[in-house]
C-alpha cells in the first residue's frame, strides 16, 4: 500500500514576506517615530508658550545649565531626540538631513556630558540673556522646527 503524502502543516516563510521593517524592526520604527513626534510637539508646545506667556518662557530659558542636575537633564531629552532622529530618518521626508542634525545633536549632546557642567553654565551665561531677549523668536523657530519634524514624520 502506498502511503499518501499530505501537505505538512508547518507553514513555509517565503522569503519575499522578510522586510526591514517586520517584526522587531516594525515596533522600533513605530518607537523612534514617537520620540520624533514628541520631540515635535514639545517644540510646537514651546512656541505657543513663548507667545502666550513670554515672562514665564523667559524664565524657563533661563534655567538652561543653571546648575549640574539641569544640564544633565537637558543633556539627556538631546540625546532621546537625537536618537530618535536617528532612527527614525530613514523613514522620514528629507531624511539625509534628519540623520545629519540627529548626529549632531547626539554628537554634541555626549560632548557637554564629558565636559564639566560648569563650562557650559559659562558658555549660557553667554547665550541666554540673548535667548530671553529674543525668546518670540525662538519659541517661533522652535516651532517650525517641530512643525517640520512632525511633517516628514507623518508625511
Known amino acids: 500500500m502506498r502511503a499518501r503524502h499530505s501537505k505538512s502543516r508547518v507553514s513555509r516563510i517565503d522569503v519575499r514576506e522578510i ?18 513626534v514628541v520631540f515635535g510637539v514639545t517644540l510646537l508646545g ?41 532612527g527614525n530618518s530613514p523613514h522620514m521626508r528629507f531624511s539625509t538631513f534628519f540623520e545629519v542634525l540627529g548626529w549632531a545633536i547626539v554628537v554634541t549632546a555626549l560632548v557637554l556630558i564629558a565636559l564639566p557642567w560648569r563650562w557650559h553654565h559659562r558658555f549660557g551665561l553667554l547665550v541666554i540673556p540673548l535667548a530671553q531677549k529674543y525668546v518670540i523668536a525662538y519659541g517661533m523657530m522652535a516651532g517650525l522646527l517641530g512643525g517640520f519634524l512632525i511633517y516628514s514624520t507623518v508625511a
Open 19 to 36: 522586510t526591514p521593517c517586520s517584526g522587531y524592526a516594525r515596533s522600533m520604527t513605530w518607537f523612534f517615530g514617537a520620540l520624533v
Open 46 to 86: 514651546f512656541c505657543v508658550w513663548s507667545v502666550v506667556r513670554t515672562d514665564d518662557a523667559r524664565r524657563f530659558v533661563g534655567l538652561f545649565a543653571s546648575s549640574a542636575s539641569a544640564h544633565y537633564k537637558e543633556q539627556f531629552a538631546r540625546l532621546i531626540a537625537g536618537l530618535g532622529l536617528l
